[in-house]
């Protein structure tokens, strides 16, 4: 049974920051790309950030700067650190697992979700 477990989330004052880890279980870690999407209250869940097995980093325009995204396969577990924090990085943050095979998604898999608030 796959499971991904996050934890760091909590309340930080805007310019804060705070670090998220997700600890995967029950998949072969190497072989899925790990991401970290996020919902706000009346928004659709986005993607924050992207991370391949070998190193390719992709990030959504409004975090470039100031997250960033780190695995450790040795560990199975995925990374989001978050600096400099703004009010909008307000959210239920998402760890995500996904495999494919060319352009065929073939396994997906969510975490429960840890929320993020940021506010004085």
């Known amino acids: 049974q796959v499971q991904l477990v996050e934890s760091g989330g909590g309340l930080v004052q805007p310019g804060g920051s705070l670090s998220l880890s997700c600890a995967a279980t029950?998949?072969?870690?190497?072989?899925?790309?790990m991401g970290w999407y996020r919902q706000a209250p009346g928004k659709q869940r986005e993607m924050v950030a992207t991370?391949?097995?070998?190193?390719?980093?992709y990030y959504t325009d409004s975090v470039k700067g100031r997250f960033t995204i780190s695995r450790d396969n040795a560990k199975s577990t995925v990374y989001l650190q978050m600096n400099s924090l703004k009010p909008e990085d307000t959210a239920v943050y998402y760890c995500h697992a996904d495999r494919r095979v060319g352009v065929t998604l073939m396994y997906e898999y969510w975490g429960q979700g840890t929320q993020v608030t940021v506010s004085s």
């Open positions: 029950g998949l072969f870690f190497g072989r899925y790309v």
């Open positions: 991370l391949t097995s070998d190193g390719n980093s």
